[in-house]
Structure formats: C-alpha cells, structure tokens
T-cell receptor, first 111, second 113 residues
C-alpha cells in the first residue's frame, strides 16, 4: 500500500544553518506530494506541494523536488530561523480522498 | 479567510463520560477527515467522509467511537464511554474532490482522567 517514510528527529540546528529533512514514498502511479508544518498548539498547515515528477514546490524559503526515480521529496531550506521551529510532515495522496502522512520530524532552531 | 473550526479546543473529562467533538468544514468543501495525534502513534486517520457519506472509518474503534455528518456544515466525533487511552489531540480537516489538499482545523485536545 501507499506509505511515506521520513527522517526521524528531533533535529536541532543553529540559526542560519542549512536544513534537510528526508522523505521517501511508496505508491503506485503518480501521487501528489506535500510538506505540512505544525507549530506548537496548532493544526497542520500546508507548506508546499508538488503534483508531478520533477516539480519543485517552494514556500517561505523552503523547497522540495518531486523525484520519481528515487521516490523522494526531501525538504530543504538554505538558512533556518528560530521561527521555523516546528514539526514537519511529509504526505502523499493519489486520489485526494486518502492521505498518507509520515511520522513527523521535530525541528528546533537555536539562536 | 476561510478556515476549519473545531470545538471545543480543550476538553477534560472523566473516564466513562461521553465526549462530543465538533467540526465545521470550509464552506463548499465536500470531504471531511478526522485524525488523532499522539506522541506514540503520530497522526492516525480515524474516518473520512465525502458528500456527507462515510467512506472509511476503519481507523476508529467501533465499540466506542462514532462519526457523523448531520449536514454539510457540521461533522461530529463522539466517544462513549471515554477512556484514558483516548487522550490525544483530535484534528478535523476538509477538502474538495479533485483538489489534492487538506485544510486542518486547530484541533481538540482531549484529556480523559
């Protein structure tokens, strides 16, 4: 069945460091891929998405490229800020009716 | 701007009591999802609806949980009787067929003593 595997945390970085959070998926066909972010005490918010191979999703300095050959959708940011501290979830859907989420990666950015 | 609302935001109750959580999806959305989030299990899908009909509730403990959509503007998740292991944050999300994105509510934090 469809599934998402993402890098386990927690991840702690200094401000302005480079961030990578790995995400790989298993799915038949061509799923849409997402990164969601959850700030403390809040629900999940869509951060970025990509709907076909080689698409790059980007938002707020974060980027992820849909790599079908490696079934990956790694999240990157060149220079993290304290305000980026949150939990990040990788997710996929093929139909829009069933979403599969990873276990979440907690990021803490220290000044 | 349009957003999913959930009530209550926090609920503390005693074991054995009935708990009802409510969700108002974004107007015009026709899919609704209920998730439970815990530290141990992460985010688990409990049930989802399309056009108010339940499509999948296999993630829900059937003996005590029930989910309904009395109308297009209200989804409910009920636990009866509640148990301490039900303590979690419950999220509702809504979306629209053919548009591959979910919009999450702020969650209901449930504590069962």
């Amino acid at each position: 069945g469809d599934s998402v595997t993402q890098m386990e945390g927690p991840v702690t970085l200094s401000e302005e460091a480079f961030l990578t959070i790995n995400c790989t998926y298993t799915a038949t066909g061509y799923p849409s891929l997402f990164w969601y972010v959850q700030y403390p005490g809040e629900g999940l918010q869509l951060l970025l998405k990509a709907t076909k191979a080689d698409d790059k999703g980007s938002n707020k300095g974060f980027e992820a490229t849909y790599r079908k050959e490696t079934t990956s959708f790694h999240l990157e940011k060149g220079s993290v800020q304290v305000s980026d501290s949150a939990v990040y979830f990788c997710a996929l859907t093929r139909s829009g009716n069933q979403f599969y989420f990873g276990t979440g990666t907690s990021l803490t950015v220290i000044p | 701007d349009a957003r999913v609302t959930q009530t209550p935001r926090d609920k503390v109750t005693e074991m054995g009591q009935e708990v009802t959580m409510r969700c108002q999806p974004i107007l015009g959305h026709n899919t609704v999802f209920w998730y439970r989030q815990t530290m141990m299990q992460g985010l688990e899908l409990l049930a989802y609806f399309r056009n108010r009909a339940p499509l999948d509730d296999s993630g829900m403990p059937k003996d005590r949980f029930s989910a309904e959509m009395p109308d297009a503007t209200l989804a409910t998740l009920k636990i009866q009787p509640s148990e301490p292991r039900d303590s979690a944050v419950y999220f509702c999300a809504s979306g629209y067929d053919g548009y591959n994105e979910q919009f999450f509510g702020p969650g209901t934090r449930l504590t069962v003593l």
